[in-house]
């Protein structure tokens, strides 16, 4: 997934979400916490994998993944576009208002925008950029 989009939360707590993105997702997708301090969307497709592959893993691994499946929602599209974003998860990333929609590969994050606007300023840098190229061996 790819893009970065600016979009607000109604007053119910439903987000937009973009066409290309809805697209991406499709009309059922997850949407639970992530290692940031943000949300990550998954597709059916790309979320049934990784309940594969913690079913495969040791029971202690399984256990270290609870956060990951107990903070997660399925999140259906209405008519309009817009998912209901639990409150919960909300309060737990800081979603209040203004939203930051980034495509992060295969799943999409939601960042609260104030949070998100000096990550987005460091990894612009061209520099930084260099790094990563080198590092990933782009």
Request: hydrophobic share 35%; glycine share 8%; charged share 30%.
């Amino acid at each position: 997934m790819t893009g970065t989009y600016q979009h607000s939360i109604d007053a119910k707590g439903r987000l937009f979400i973009p066409v290309r993105l809805r697209e991406e997702l499709g009309e059922v997708f997850y949407v639970t916490i992530s290692m940031e301090k943000c949300l990550s969307g998954y597709s059916l497709e790309s979320w049934g994998k990784r309940e594969e592959k913690v079913r495969a893993m040791p029971k202690e691994q399984q256990i270290a993944a609870r956060p990951f499946f107990s903070n997660a929602t399925r999140c259906d599209l209405d008519g309009q576009g817009r998912i209901l974003l639990p409150k919960v998860l909300r309060d737990l990333v800081g979603l209040e208002s203004n939203v930051t929609i980034v495509g992060a590969g295969e799943c999409v994050e939601f960042w609260d925008s104030e949070t998100y606007a000096p990550i987005y300023e460091a990894e612009k840098k061209p520099e930084n950029i260099a790094r990563i190229f080198t590092e990933l061996g782009l």
